[in-house]
């Protein structure tokens, strides 16, 4: 009766909703750890860590406080913790960086404020992976 409907398999399902942007809304705060391998969109609060493969976008009213690992990111926003990038930090006039980065580009537009320790590499995806084995080693 209802065989002429099909079903998209599972696998591509997962594919589909991995890609797709998350949105953090203005007004939302989130404490604690976040994982995706897709993009984000953050004009909200988060204390905690964020880590993806995607691009992350932190629009004016948002801010991270915490660790945030990805690809690329575009802050017009606030952040204030270590940043670790494999490809471009783009930060916009009214972006405000403090803490700790380690980012492979940097594209900085006037009146931005970028109070940080900065390490630019050519392969900062090696750096990522040392500062996971010395995050395990001090907490033992």
């Not at 690809?71 to 270590?82: H, M």
């Not at 940043?83 to 916009?92: A, E, H, N, R």
């Not at 630019?120 to 395990?136: D, F, I, P």
């Amino acid at each position: 009766m209802f065989s002429s409907e099909r079903k998209k398999p599972k696998l591509q399902t997962i594919m589909e909703t991995s890609t797709q942007q998350n949105i953090i809304a203005q007004g939302t705060k989130i404490v604690g750890d976040i994982e995706s391998q897709g993009p984000f969109r953050i004009d909200g609060t988060v204390e905690g860590n964020v880590k993806t493969s995607g691009k992350i976008v932190v629009g004016k009213s948002g801010y991270i406080k915490g660790t945030l690992q990805g690809e690329n990111a575009d802050f017009e926003g606030e952040f204030s913790g270590k940043l670790i990038l494999s490809g471009t930090l783009s930060l916009k006039a009214t972006a405000n960086i403090e803490g700790e980065v380690h980012i492979n580009k940097l594209a900085v537009e006037p009146g931005a404020t970028f109070n940080a320790t900065c390490s630019m590499k050519g392969n900062v995806k090696s750096l990522t992976n040392e500062s996971a084995k010395a995050q395990s080693v001090q907490s033992k």
